[in-house]
């Protein structure tokens, strides 16, 4: 496997801007030769089937939602970072680069995030120009907040809904270029595999979710905008359509898959309240601004929260951390709580969560300016567990929620198989062990709108059109496996449900591969997951057949591919033997207890090539040079 | 808790469609309205039968796909909550409970409780978006925006595109989304270019989709877990008289 | 003139001439209840009673310069034109919105809305028949047992001894009030009238205007049956 970056020889700062001037261009009557294929509707794959679309490429967008409006990019709540520096607070470019290779703990490449950081201007100048209604000040002019661990106000906001906000504009935007007939937009309509045809990706195979019909869809370049893997945990903030099929069928095909160990939990969701649960809802991490973390002392201790008296009470972050306290980044405040809760000082009825309580904000600020800006939040947990955050302390504990790891992407956001790319989650690129708080709209958006539908014009430029259609013996054949695998998992007619094999499979990973880790439990996990698979094979059930809407299908095919993924999610994070960022290795532990890096060994992207379901992987490296921010370790005290 | 469910059934969109009755039982009051179908639906797969089909994604309420009529009321009978957000506290042991797809030409069945609301993504490609190029936009804080119309936009643009107004309305009008989106970016400067064309093309859609027309019920309002106003039905009424009347096609609004 | 086309194809449009025709039918209902409140004039020396010389006076307002009958027929034409508009526009969108909804839900909405809103197409209907009725008894005289020409106020009374008559007449202006409650209500958000001060104004106002055009019409059967008028 080939891992060439192609970072262009140009110093940081002027990077983007010279590569802009040196990749080629297709010619504007020409344009609408070339057709694109955009897999994922949410901020990144919609943004950039719009802006291709804009372009003239002729776009062929595909979602299995019933709507482009509906990716799990709507529930981003937090905010979106740009360097604007309208505070004045002595943010930059420079500052924003610099934060996000630090908070990723040097395992990101600089050049991409430099970039990344550059672009975050442009987005916040689009997204307000698409009518995106952000938050404003009485002067009219637009509001910041600091956001999880940053020392500037760079965040914009739109209320608690961000994500909405920014993926509605995107989403408007492609309904535009649907209407101007540059776009022809596939809903419903599930990616199942990727097309390669002499190395180089012409396709892909999808199944109409409503008709069942399963077929190829040919382009002369595949962009896959679809997302993260966290639901691979089953419990996680994720939506539940949310599956690493799309990256995964890229894999096997050629694509090489990055750091897949890298998943971050969010400290601060509604802890799980029973077994039947389906998933975890965040609440935003802003809440961190004004509440105050906090378990009993003693362990077991069974009083309600308002009983127990100051004394009694262990603000364990602003105890370990003064400087930062309740903001510390999200890596640090998980596990921080999971430790509580293992030492036995959980809080609730399952004893799985800890405080955070507003009373000393009510307090302070009064319950109208706490209402202000939590009230929906404050709400929607009234809602989910029937306590009022008002009266008795809100109770959290980390899920999964984000996942770092993706497609390896080159420069020009292009994975190992020529004319495939890799957009937003789906990517590597520019996260690395841990990504901050507001940063994953950026990225998607920068991916989307900025960056590719610039670089897939240089690579078409250099790429003869194709004159492969949908008869093309890859093609079919690649139909056709496609055909199997869906009657396999209907001829099994077990004895399971296709959920309680993805349960099993979240709590394993969960227990072996979740917040912290080590090798025991990942050479566990490792004999576990082959197993569990050949019994998911030989027992599961699956209702109906494969002509009508048939969501027990579509979720089987999902948990089959997370049952080959686990697996090099694992080798990932048995191999990294360091720790960093969101992947901490009980063995490498500083004397405070933080993750300890070892730079000499693992200043690198861990890039894996697929050798077949159940061979082990092969593990590649892209060594990461640090040469403008040095390497440090994170210290947050 | 114990609960008896009596479903609407049906296979594709040509099928005739009915209620069957399910039990639900050793129901939690701490489980989400979703949870308990999954419960339903694990025990339907088990004893070989296809689980009920509901269209449903982030759980947390903004995606917009849950949508169902629980006992007659579009997300069931909390406010401004969707279905996924309705948790059985809501419920007593021994309750009957009714579950039916959103009804609506515009909204045709396609599964069980899944109904295809692409309608509404026609309705947005009629003008529902300001037309600025990728790239051209000027400095966010050139134009500085007064804070309440900044606050107006965004309590219309919380629309998540559900169809509970629809689903609610007895005329099935689709007025109240319509009406959101185009409120929405009539409040930005950057929207009032287009604005009165915008009006006149997204009304014009809503009809052709087969909605119906609104009676000033004020049922959409009731039915939105958004809470979004009627309010802007008249100030999308005003937008789309005010084009017609004038002129010419292109003028801005007020 | 193709503007008002394309108004009338727009589902807005048809709804904005239904304002605009029921705000001139509103206009109308309460012209009537005020002539019809000189019912409790007294009789003055010319021995003719107010309520004859005022029907009297529409007759032949005008003239000599428009013939007599002349604006009376002008208005009524007038009047016909609007509920025509009123109520083929009406039926185009119930047929639409009927289209709308093919089936409907087992369990019956429960959503609150006022029972005005709900029974304004059959009270619409009920008023229409209602006026074909009035039109009959009092305008033509068809159906009253004791007509005669241009003495309204005996006709009136006359017509208002029957019980079962005035309890109609109660019944039909009850219909009528509660259509207009829920129209009056509707016309600012149909024409697009969005104005804070007016919407607190607007259910106070519908309420009002209705509950006066009611008491004011049901007054004079009420006085009929009770013997105040004679």
């Given at each position: 496997m080939e891992l060439n970056a192609?970072?262009?020889?140009?110093?940081i700062d002027q990077m983007w801007d010279r590569h802009r001037f040196d990749m080629k261009l297709v010619n504007p009557a020409n344009k609408r030769k070339y057709e694109v294929i955009v897999v994922g509707t949410g901020l990144a794959g919609g943004a950039a089937a719009a802006t291709m679309g804009e372009l003239g490429y002729r776009v062929k967008c595909f979602t299995f939602?019933?709507?482009?409006?509906?990716?799990?990019?709507?529930?981003?709540q937090g905010g979106i970072n740009a360097a604007k520096n309208y505070q004045g607070d002595g943010d930059s470019v420079y500052r924003l680069f610099y934060d996000t290779v630090k908070g990723g703990d040097f395992r990101s490449r600089e050049a991409n995030v430099y970039r990344l950081a550059e672009l975050s201007l442009n987005i916040i100048d689009q997204a307000v120009a698409q009518g995106v209604p952000f938050a404003r000040e009485y002067g009219g002019l637009l509001g910041n907040r600091s956001f999880g661990?940053?020392?500037?106000?760079?965040t914009f906001y739109a209320r608690g809904q961000t994500g909405q906000q920014l993926l509605l504009g995107a989403y408007q935007a492609l309904e535009r270029q649907i209407h101007e007939g540059t776009v022809q937009m596939h809903v419903r309509c599930e990616m199942l595999d990727v097309i390669v045809i002499d190395g180089r990706a012409r396709g892909i195979v999808t199944r109409?979710?409503?008709?069942g019909k399963i077929e190829a869809h040919m382009a002369d370049a595949v962009v896959l905008?679809?997302?993260?893997?966290?639901n691979a945990f089953f419990l996680?903030?994720?939506?539940?359509?949310?599956?690493v099929t799309a990256t995964w069928r890229a894999h096997r095909r050629g694509a090489g898959f990055a750091n897949p160990c890298f998943t971050q939990i969010h400290p601060t969701c509604i802890p799980q309240?029973?077994?039947?649960?389906s998933k975890l809802t965040l609440m935003s991490e802003s809440l961190r601004n004004d509440g105050r973390i906090w378990v009993p002392?003693?362990?077991?201790?069974?009083?309600a929260a308002g009983q127990i008296p100051d004394a009694e009470r262990d603000y364990y972050l602003e105890r370990l951390y003064p400087s930062f306290g309740n903001l510390t980044p999200r890596d640090i405040a998980s596990r921080r709580a999971k430790e509580m809760v293992d030492q036995g000082h959980g809080v609730g009825p399952m004893k799985n969560g800890v405080y955070l309580d507003f009373r000393d904000a009510i307090q302070r600020l009064g319950k109208a300016v706490v209402s202000e800006r939590y009230g929906n939040l404050f709400q929607m947990y009234e809602k989910i567990t029937g306590e009022d955050p008002y009266e008795v302390p809100m109770r959290i504990y980390p899920a999964p929620h984000y996942?770092?790891?993706g497609l390896w992407v080159d420069y020009e956001l292009?994975?190992?198989?020529?004319?495939l790319f890799a957009i937003g989650e789906a990517n590597?690129?520019?996260?690395?062990?841990n990504r901050l708080g507001a940063s994953a709209l950026m990225q998607g958006l920068a991916d989307g709108y900025f960056i590719i539908p610039l670089t897939i014009g240089n690579f078409l430029a250099e790429h003869s059109r194709g004159?492969?259609?949908?008869?093309h013996a890859a093609a079919r054949d690649t139909v056709r496996e496609v055909t199997q695998a869906q009657e396999r998992l209907l001829a099994v007619?077990?004895?399971?449900?296709v959920d309680s094999f993805h349960q099993e499979l979240g709590r394993l990973l969960w227990d072996h591969c979740g917040m912290s880790r080590n090798e025991s439990g990942l050479r566990e996990a490792l004999a576990k997951i082959p197993e569990l698979r050949e019994r998911f094979w030989r027992d599961v059930t699956v209702p109906g057949?494969?002509?009508?809407?048939?969501q027990s299908l579509e979720k089987a095919g999902r948990v089959a591919d997370f049952l080959e993924f686990a697996e090099v999610m694992c080798w990932d994070a048995l191999t990294r033997d360091e720790s960093c960022g969101a992947h901490y290795?009980?063995?490498?532990?500083?004397?405070?207890?933080e993750a300890q890096r070892d730079d000499e060994r693992f200043a690198h992207g861990a890039i894996w090539e697929f050798k077949g379901v159940g061979e082990e992987p092969v593990r590649h490296r892209e060594p990461l040079h640090f040469e403008h921010v040095p390497l440090s370790q994170r210290s947050y005290k | 808790m114990n609960l008896t469910l009596h479903v609407w059934r049906q296979t594709g969109p040509r099928d005739k469609g009915g209620f069957e009755t399910y039990r639900a039982d050793?129901?939690?009051?701490?489980?989400s309205f979703l949870d308990m179908l999954d419960l339903v639906n694990e025990e339907l797969t088990l004893a070989g039968k296809e689980p009920i089909a509901f269209e449903h994604d982030c759980?947390?309420?903004?995606?917009?796909?849950c949508g169902m009529m629980i006992n007659g009321v579009a997300h069931g009978p909390?406010?401004?909550?969707t279905a996924c957000q309705?948790?059985?506290?809501?419920f007593r042991d021994g309750d009957e409970i009714w579950i039916e797809p959103f009804r609506a030409t515009a909204f045709?069945?396609?599964?069980?409780l899944v109904v295809d609301r692409n309608s509404f993504d026609r309705v947005i490609q009629?003008?529902?978006?300001?037309?600025v190029r990728t790239?051209?936009?000027?400095?966010?804080?050139a134009t500085p925006i007064p804070k309440p119309d900044a606050d107006r936009a965004f309590d219309a643009a919380?629309?998540?595109?559900?169809?509970a107004c629809v689903a609610a309305c007895p005329n099935a009008s689709a007025m109240l989304f319509t009406a959101a989106k185009a409120a929405h970016l009539s409040?930005?400067?950057?929207?009032?270019?287009?604005r009165l064309d915008r009006a006149l093309s997204m009304a014009q859609r809503h009809d052709e989709e087969g909605f119906g027309n609104c009676t000033n019920h004020g049922a959409c309002q009731e039915a939105c877990p958004k809470g979004i106003s009627v309010d802007y039905i008249a100030r999308l009424n005003r937008d789309v008289l005010k084009g017609t009347l004038s002129?010419?096609?292109?003028t801005s609004g007020d | 003139m193709s503007r008002v086309v394309s108004l009338y194809r727009s589902s807005v449009g048809k709804k904005s001439l239904m304002a605009v025709s029921g705000i001139i039918l509103i206009g109308f209902v309460f012209g009537h209840m005020a002539g019809n409140l000189k019912a409790f004039e007294a009789v003055g020396e010319s021995g003719v009673h107010p309520l004859d010389s005022y029907a009297q006076f529409l007759r032949e307002v005008g003239y000599p310069l428009i013939p007599e009958y002349g604006l009376l027929w002008g208005v009524r034409l007038a009047l016909l034109a609007a509920v025509g508009v009123h109520i083929v526009a009406a039926y185009q969108l119930w047929r639409q919105s009927r289209a709308a909804r093919t089936r409907r839900y087992h369990?019956?909405?429960?959503?609150?809305?006022?029972y005005a809103s709900r029974t304004m197409r059959w009270g619409g209907v009920i008023i229409v028949l209602f006026v074909i009725y009035h039109l009959l008894h009092f305008?033509?005289?068809?159906?009253?047992p004791d007509f005669e020409y241009g003495s309204v106020y005996q006709n009136l009374v006359i017509g208002f001894q029957s019980v079962p008559v005035a309890l109609f007449y109660i019944v039909a202006v009850g219909a009528l009030s509660l259509h207009l409650y829920h129209g009056i209500w509707s016309v600012f958000a149909t024409l697009g009238v969005q104005n804070p001060r007016v919407e607190r104004l607007r259910r106070p106002l519908a309420a009002g205007l209705s509950l006066v055009l009611f008491l004011g019409y049901v007054s004079v059967p009420i006085a009929v049956m009770i013997g105040v008028l004679d």
């Open positions: 192609r970072i262009p020889d140009h110093p939602h019933d709507s482009p409006r509906r990716a799990h990019s709507i529930a981003a661990g940053a020392q500037v106000s760079r109409d979710l409503v008709s905008g679809t997302g993260g893997y966290s996680s903030t994720n939506a539940k359509g949310c599956n309240s029973g077994d039947y649960q002392k003693r362990a077991g201790d069974d009083r996942t770092m790891g292009m994975t190992t198989v020529p004319g590597f690129s520019d996260h690395g062990a004159d492969v259609d949908e008869n007619k077990g004895s399971r449900t057949s494969g002509d009508t809407l048939n290795r009980e063995e490498h532990t500083t004397e405070e207890g | 050793d129901v939690s009051e701490s489980m759980r947390e309420g903004i995606c917009g796909s909390q406010k401004l909550i309705l948790h059985m506290r809501s045709p069945v396609m599964r069980d009629a003008g529902g978006y300001i037309s790239g051209s936009a000027q400095d966010a804080n919380a629309c998540i595109g559900c169809g409040y930005v400067p950057q929207g009032q270019t287009e002129k010419a096609g292109s | 369990k019956p909405d429960s959503q609150v809305f006022s305008t033509t005289g068809d159906v009253h």
